[in-house]
């Protein structure tokens, strides 16, 4: 495929994942409206929106049906949302106090910091709320509204594994048991482990890449625990590339294209990927995991050509 015709065809599908996200996102009403402003802020300011695009991609991969898309996009949302509450979270005073984020202002800068808390909690919650509306599209007969026929038993047992990927992974095995190690780790003395080092990047980066792609996988119908594994370890390479990418990004990076300060890990003297193993280590390990992710991909059965260059793309990205 052509970078031209792969970013082309990247910006229409990206646009595409936009108006489903936005499609549940909560109405700005109520008591509450200041919450729900803050929620929509943080989540409509921008990002690459590469979890649910992962999602829809394994989906296809793997031989998801255009019927079964209004079940799986609750769940694109939702993971947008988890992504959004965690950088919302990670923002605070009390953990990275940042002011930007995606070239805009931080969720707390501009909403303060009760309502910044507020926010991305609102957002978790509401990840939920929303996967859960899966529930009103699974039934065989009425699949356009909303209906209170029963849900199938096949798609109640894809709509029940995929919400037990989406909690775990997100959750104190996951991305937050991550980020209690990461943020540990930043107080500790003398060097950090490498064992301990790729805890942090599978929990905090890596969780959320592989519950988009196993989620993507369950709802198009894989039950096979084998091919859930290889996707999980494939999401798995690709969250720690993205990681080291991070890393390098924080040290080469341009500011302006990232939409947030270069130098930061530096400034924080905090040990991360390439401060332990250095600059041209960790970008030969970013292609290897890369490479490694791919092949997973290739040993399976699946058209998977905007997949595989879409993992390609985030060994390069810039931003
Ligand atoms: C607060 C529970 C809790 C977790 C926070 C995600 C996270 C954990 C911290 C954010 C900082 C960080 C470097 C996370 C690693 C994952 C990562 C590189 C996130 C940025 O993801 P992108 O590049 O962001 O997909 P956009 O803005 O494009 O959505």
Same mark, same amino acid.
């Given at each position: 495929?052509?970078?031209?015709?792969?970013?082309?065809?990247?910006?229409?599908?990206?646009?595409?994942?936009? +108006?489903?996200?936005?499609?549940?996102?909560?109405?700005?009403?109520?008591?509450?409206?200041?919450?729900?402003?803050?929620?929509?802020?943080?989540?409509?300011?921008?990002?690459? +929106?590469? +979890?649910?695009?992962?999602?829809?991609?394994?989906?296809?991969?793997?031989?998801?049906?255009?019927?079964?898309?209004?079940?799986?996009?609750?769940?694109?949302?939702?993971?947008?949302? !988890?992504?959004?509450?965690?950088?919302?979270?990670?923002?605070?005073?009390?953990?990275?106090?940042?002011?930007?984020?995606?070239?805009?202002?931080?969720?707390?800068?501009?909403?303060?910091?009760?309502?910044?808390?507020?926010?991305?909690?609102?957002?978790?919650?509401?990840?939920?709320?929303?996967?859960?509306?899966?529930?009103?599209?699974?039934?065989?007969?009425?699949?356009?509204?909303?209906?209170?026929?029963?849900?199938?038993?096949?798609?109640?047992?894809?709509?029940?594994?995929?919400?037990?990927?989406?909690?775990?992974?997100?959750?104190?095995?996951?991305?937050?048991?991550?980020?209690?190690?990461?943020?540990?780790?930043?107080?500790?003395?003398?060097?950090?482990?490498?064992?301990?080092?790729?805890?942090?990047?599978?929990?905090?980066?890596?969780?959320?890449?592989?519950?988009?792609?196993?989620?993507?996988?369950?709802?198009?119908?894989?039950?096979?625990?084998?091919?859930?594994?290889?996707?999980?370890?494939?999401?798995?390479?690709?969250?720690?590339?993205?990681?080291?990418?991070?890393? !390098?990004?924080?040290?080469?990076?341009?500011?302006?294209?990232?939409?947030?300060?270069?130098?930061?890990?530096?400034?924080?003297?905090?040990?991360?990927?390439?401060?332990?193993?250095?600059?041209?280590?960790?970008?030969?390990?970013?292609?290897?995991?890369?490479?490694?992710?791919?092949?997973?991909?290739?040993?399976?059965?699946?058209?998977?050509?905007?997949?595989?260059?879409?993992?390609?793309?985030?060994?390069? +990205?810039?931003?």
């Amino acid at each position: 495929m052509e970078a031209r015709e792969f970013n082309e065809i990247l910006q229409d599908k990206t646009r595409m994942v936009e +108006r489903i996200i936005r499609s549940f996102l909560p109405e700005e009403e109520g008591y509450q409206k200041t919450v729900l402003e803050a929620m929509n802020y943080s989540i409509t300011v921008g990002g690459k +929106r590469l +979890r649910p695009l992962l999602m829809e991609e394994t989906f296809h991969f793997c031989g998801g049906s255009e019927e079964n898309l209004p079940l799986l996009e609750p769940f694109m949302a939702a993971i947008e949302m !988890i992504h959004t509450y965690s950088l919302v979270h990670d923002d605070l005073p009390a953990m990275d106090n940042d002011e930007y984020r995606r070239g805009k202002k931080t969720t707390w800068s501009v909403y303060g910091e009760a309502m910044g808390i507020l926010a991305g909690d609102g957002l978790l919650n509401y990840a939920f709320e929303t996967a859960l509306q899966a529930l009103e599209f699974c039934s065989d007969t009425d699949r356009e509204y909303f209906t209170t026929a029963p849900c199938p038993e096949y798609n109640m047992q894809r709509l029940t594994r995929a919400m037990q990927i989406l909690a775990k992974k997100a959750g104190i095995y996951g991305m937050i048991g991550g980020q209690t190690a990461d943020i540990e780790a930043e107080g500790q003395e003398g060097s950090l482990e490498k064992e301990q080092l790729l805890f942090i990047h599978e929990h905090k980066t890596a969780a959320l890449i592989q519950a988009a792609m196993m989620i993507g996988a369950v709802i198009a119908g894989v039950t096979q625990e084998e091919s859930l594994e290889k996707l999980e370890k494939c999401a798995y390479d690709i969250g720690i590339a993205f990681q080291i990418q991070d890393d !390098i990004l924080d040290v080469v990076g341009d500011s302006g294209e990232l939409g947030k300060p270069v130098g930061s890990d530096e400034q924080n003297q905090k040990q991360t990927y390439v401060t332990v193993n250095g600059l041209e280590q960790s970008r030969a390990d970013v292609e290897r995991l890369t490479k490694e992710a791919v092949a997973i991909l290739d040993s399976m059965e699946g058209e998977n050509d905007f997949l595989k260059e879409l993992l390609l793309s985030l060994v390069h +990205r810039q931003k």
